[in-house]
């Protein structure tokens, strides 16, 4: 299992490549050649279109969405029976999306936008590299992608299934830690893990500025992991 996406805009295409990590956790593991990591946000997204007779009007790619609530946008919500764009229908998977999502007098074509650049920005990096798609979701550079992929992209439900087991940078203790074997995605050039046992005893630890994925192992006995410049840890066995 193992294991970088927030707000409303159309998203424009960054180019950023990262070096990767590499040395396992007891020094030994051999090392799995490392991918350059996509930009996270992904090429711009195009939206619903604005003219089907199915699908609700919204605006243009490249133009601001900014109006465009976020998923958790507090305050009173638009029943969902009342949801509907200014021209033609939603679709039975789309308005399920909109549930509890479009605050009131808010655009709901302007919430579908939010969803459906999720599911570009996957698209996207999918096919540039599934590790990196997978561990977006984890670290939540793609945010909203459970709900997203849910209703709008189903066939992604894989990269969100996978993710659950994940772990982005940071330090993971007690009962969130999982025993097996994890890959790095997208680690940077200052990768560096800690796995310690009861009484904070040192069972692993290691560091990487080869750019190049490295393999670790969550034994049952660890009680804390930790990781820094490593992006994401994944799941070993779950690749597609």
């Not at 638009?78 to 033609?88: K, M, R």
């Not at 990096?125 to 997203?148: F, H, N, S």
């Not at 189903?154 to 659950?164: P, S």
Request: one cysteine or more.
């Amino acid at each position: 299992m193992r294991n970088p996406f927030p707000a409303c805009a159309a998203v424009v295409l960054t180019a950023a490549a990262l070096a990767a990590c590499g040395s396992s956790a007891d020094g030994t593991d051999p090392e799995a050649a490392g991918a350059q990591r996509p930009a996270a946000s992904g090429p711009a997204a195009p939206g619903p279109s604005a003219t089907t007779a199915t699908e609700p009007a919204t605006p243009p790619a490249g133009e601001p969405t900014a109006s465009a609530p976020a998923a958790t946008a507090e305050g009173p919500k638009t029943p969902v029976d009342e949801i509907t764009p200014a021209t033609g229908t939603f679709t039975k998977e789309q308005k399920e999306y909109l549930k509890d999502r479009v605050p009131k007098g808010m655009d709901p074509a302007a919430v579908l936008q939010t969803g459906q650049e999720t599911c570009d920005k996957l698209h996207y990096l999918v096919k540039a590299d599934r590790d990196t798609a997978v561990g977006a979701i984890v670290t939540g550079e793609v945010p909203d992608a459970k709900d997203a992929v849910a209703g709008l992209c189903t066939q992604h439900q894989d990269l969100v299934d996978e993710a659950a087991y994940g772990y982005p940078d940071g330090k993971h203790t007690g009962k969130k830690l999982r025993p097996g074997v994890y890959r790095s995605a997208s680690p940077t050039t200052d990768c560096a893990w800690q796995i310690e046992g009861a009484g904070g005893k040192e069972l692993a630890s290691g560091t990487s500025d080869t750019g190049k994925s490295r393999k670790i192992t969550l034994p049952d006995s660890a009680r804390t992991f930790t990781s820094t410049g490593c992006y994401a840890w994944l799941p070993e066995g779950a690749a597609g």
